[in-house]
């Protein structure tokens, strides 16, 4: 299969977004917004760093790597209708692995009647993935990281350090053929960005909101460095999955604070509109609590400190870090 073949078997044979003008099969694509902010992200997956074939499908690659960009949308309290996807092709992969992986892009995309609307397809050492999103939002809707305020509420989607333990599984090949923890699998190879939530948040006026890429500690801190402000966390209110508990003290310690993956929205919100965003949370069937409060900075630089068995400490902001 030639490029232009491969072009040609991807191509999207309709669209969904009405404010799509031309997709794939020109130098460009071409689209018009009337009145909402245009919102970009771009993620990179690269095999081996970012993936591995011998615990993912090439189905489940595409599908993750969609569903991170997404959860960058949604953090910015955006719809996602647009993905570019560009590939770079080893000669070890298949033509069917590649179209797996591009079914995998279309499996999530079609959740949000989301649209291809183009990309680039080259050869190369190893198998490089690079997925932009774009997506709309009403200006005042934006939900950046420097919109946390002292006396605000911080809450978490969803339960935290599951995608760290299912990968734990899939490399241990501990009992992981155990129907239990299938959904520590699920989390880390089909993540569910949280789109609907976020954006049923519009009612809300002013919110901060990050998505959980690199665990909760660097999201913390990142919100903290933007709004200039300190973050408190009651340790025993992370909220973790029951079946964490098959594992040490150590590993969920790690995983529930570092593990990052999970593409779990971490935000701060007045008190007073905390309750609306547990409302929100019910009627999207999505669990949200509460897990800190913002205050005002304490040192001479922003911090996150976590109480836990009645004692205070500054939470490292570690994580995964490229370029190190
Ligand atoms: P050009 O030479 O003008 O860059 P290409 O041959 O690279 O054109 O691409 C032709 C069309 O196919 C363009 O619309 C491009 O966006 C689209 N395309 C190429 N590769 C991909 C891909 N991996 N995913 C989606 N669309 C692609
Ligand atoms: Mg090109």
Known sequence: MNEFEFIEHIRPKTYHQPSLLYGVGDDAAVYQFHQEATVTAVDTFVENIHFRKDTMSATDIGYRALAANVSDIAAMG???????ASIVVPNTWSSED????????????TQYRMDLIGGDTVSGKELVLSITVIGKVDATRLRYRQHAKAGDVVFVTGTLGDSQAGLHVLLKELPETHPTFKDLIKK??????????????????????????????????????SSQVDIHIYDETIPTHPLLHHFTKEQIEKWKYFGGEDFELLGTVSQKEWPMVQRVATSC????????KVTEVSKQQPTVRVLKEDEWTTLQQLGYTHLK
């Not at 948040?201 to 909760?216: E, P």
Request: cysteine-free; glycine content about 6%; proline content about 5%.
């Open 98 to 109: 590649i179209k797996d992986i591009f079914s995998g892009l279309a499996e999530l995309a």
């Open 285 to 292: 069937n999505v669990q949200v609590t509460e897990i800190g």
């Open 188 to 225: 880390h190879q089909r993540p569910v960005p949280q789109v609907q939530f976020a954006q049923q948040l519009g009612i809300i006026s002013r919110m901060a909101l990050n998505d959980v890429s690199d665990g909760i500690a660097n999201e913390a801190y990142e919100l903290a460095t």
């Open 78 to 84: 955006a719809e996602p209708v647009f993905y570019l």
